[in-house]
């Protein structure tokens, strides 16, 4: 049973930073295409970070040098650091698996939990 978890989401200031994780199971995070996605609230869910098998990466524009996404094989997990935060990055964010790389949120089919982030200004 694949199973994703996410954690770290907080409450923080305006340019604060984060570190969110994704602990996988039921699959290995080194074969399989692993992203990030946030939604707030009446918003569709969007994309923001995706790392391939090869560790390649892709973000977001919105997020781009700001945000990280990285991963550790040996843990089956997914990292992504968040800096400079911003007031909209406020949102559940979601990490997903998928086996080729996509930015629509419908084509993944294993999803985590959520975790919030809030980002007073």
């Known amino acids: 049973q694949v199973q994703l978890g996410e954690s770290g989401g907080d409450l923080v200031q305006a340019g604060g930073s984060l570190r969110l994780s994704c602990a996988t199971s039921?699959?290995?995070?080194?074969?399989?295409?692993m992203s990030w996605f946030r939604q707030a609230p009446g918003k569709e869910r969007d994309f923001v970070a995706a790392i391939n098998r090869s560790g390649g990466t892709s973000y977001h524009d919105s997020v781009k040098g700001r945000f990280t996404i990285s991963r550790d094989d040996a843990k089956n997990t997914v990292y992504l650091q968040m800096t400079s935060l911003k007031a909209e990055d406020t949102a559940v964010y979601y990490c997903?698996?998928?086996?080729?790389?996509?930015?629509?949120?419908?084509?993944?089919?294993?999803w985590g939990q959520g975790t919030q982030v809030t980002v007073s200004s």
């Open positions: 039921g699959l290995t995070s080194s074969g399989y295409v």
């Open positions: 997903a698996a998928r086996g080729f790389m996509s930015r629509l949120w419908f084509e993944y089919p294993y």
